[in-house]
């Protein structure tokens, strides 16, 4: 399994941005692709994460109601829309598959390279 994080960048507060993460290999319907975030001196912490198959989704409480996880289809890349951005949400975040909606990074298996989010005030 491979995956692909893309879309970040520079953006002011209140701005938005949409990550996009790719994913080739052998991932079943029923695999979560999830969404963390590491911001530095931090640990990883979990972002968002949605079920391939079902679509079914889970947010971290600082997240919800700003972010939205999605998905077109079982083959489709997994979107990340973030909207009303703060200067918190600055980090590397990285997209990850796994066969269960977990909060913690260690109960998924592959990870993508992460793409920077940088919230300027």
């Known amino acids: 399994v491979q995956l692909q994080a893309s879309g970040g960048g520079l953006v002011q507060t209140g701005g938005s941005l949409t990550l996009s993460c790719a994913a080739s290999?052998?991932?079943?319907?029923?695999?979560?692709v999830g969404w963390f975030r590491q911001a530095p001196g931090k640990e990883r912490s979990f972002v968002a994460g949605?079920?391939?198959?079902?679509?079914?989704?889970a947010y971290a409480d600082s997240v919800k109601g700003r972010f939205t996880v999605s998905r077109d289809s079982t083959r489709k890349p997994v979107s990340l829309q973030m909207n009303s951005l703060k200067p918190e949400d600055t980090a590397v975040y990285y997209c990850?598959?796994?066969?269960?909606?977990?909060?913690?990074?260690?109960?998924?298996?592959?990870w993508g390279q992460g793409t920077q989010v940088t919230v300027s005030s």
């Open positions: 949605i079920r391939r198959g079902s679509g079914i989704t």
């Open positions: 290999g052998r991932i079943l319907s029923s695999d979560v």
């Open positions: 990850a598959v796994g066969p269960y909606m977990s909060r913690s990074h260690s109960e998924y298996a592959y």
